[in-house]
Structure formats: structure tokens, C-alpha cells
């Protein structure tokens, strides 16, 4: 299964940053769609979700902040990040999982916001 983060960079407290994650169609049309971040020691979190039928959860920390989005005629996420802090700088990953099937993260794109 290929999930293909990209979009991550250095940003300066306030910026913004739109991170894609990109894969097959049938990865797409059939899997739950959803980005997690690890912080420099600390553990994996749910970031923002998305299901196939586009019902979107955010953690409380980036409500307001981040946008979650699918765009089915490119089989691609994507994270609206506006307003970012330095506690958002992570390793941002892309996961798919369906009820009862498997679950993917892809490789992780990073994110570093400067204060």
C-alpha cells in the first residue's frame, strides 16, 4: 500500500502549510483517511480524520486551525494547516484503515514551526 506524504517544511509561528497524501483509488474509495503527528519524544496522536463518506474528528489542540479534505479525482488527502505553533512541529503521517481490514501510515512528512 503506498501513502505518499508530502508538503512538509519550516514555517514560522502564524504560516501555514497544506500537506497531501496521495494514493490508489482503490486505497481511496475503500479506506477511512486520517493524519497523526510525533513530536520529538512523545507518542503518535490523532491529528484529524476522515471518512469515505467525508465525516471529519479533530483532536481539540487544532480545531479551528487544521482542515482535513479528500479530493477523489486525484485519490489524495490533504491538511489545511493555518495559524500553526511550535507545538505543532512534528513528523506528520498519513494513515488509511477500513473496519476489519489492515491499517497503513505511510512515511511522515516533517513540520517545523520557528517562534
Known amino acids: 500500500v503506498q501513502l505518499q506524504a508530502s508538503g512538509g517544511g519550516l514555517v514560522q509561528a502564524g504560516g501555514s502549510l497544506k500537506l497531501s497524501c496521495a494514493t490508489s483509488e482503490r486505497i481511496f474509495t475503500r479506506n477511512d483517511m486520517a493524519w497523526y503527528r510525533q513530536a520529538p519524544g512523545k507518542e503518535r496522536e490523532l491529528v484529524a480524520s476522515i471518512t469515505v463518506s467525508g465525516s471529519t474528528t479533530y483532536a481539540d489542540a487544532v480545531k479551528g486551525r487544521l482542515t482535513i479534505s479528500r479530493d477523489s479525482a486525484r485519490n489524495t488527502v490533504y491538511l489545511q494547516m493555518n495559524n500553526l505553533k511550535p507545538e505543532d512541529t512534528a513528523v506528520y503521517y498519513c494513515?488509511?484503515?477500513?473496519?476489519?481490514?489492515?491499517?497503513?501510515y505511510g512515511q511522515g512528512t516533517l513540520v517545523t514551526v520557528s517562534s
Open positions: 494513515k488509511c484503515s477500513r473496519r476489519g481490514g489492515p491499517i497503513y
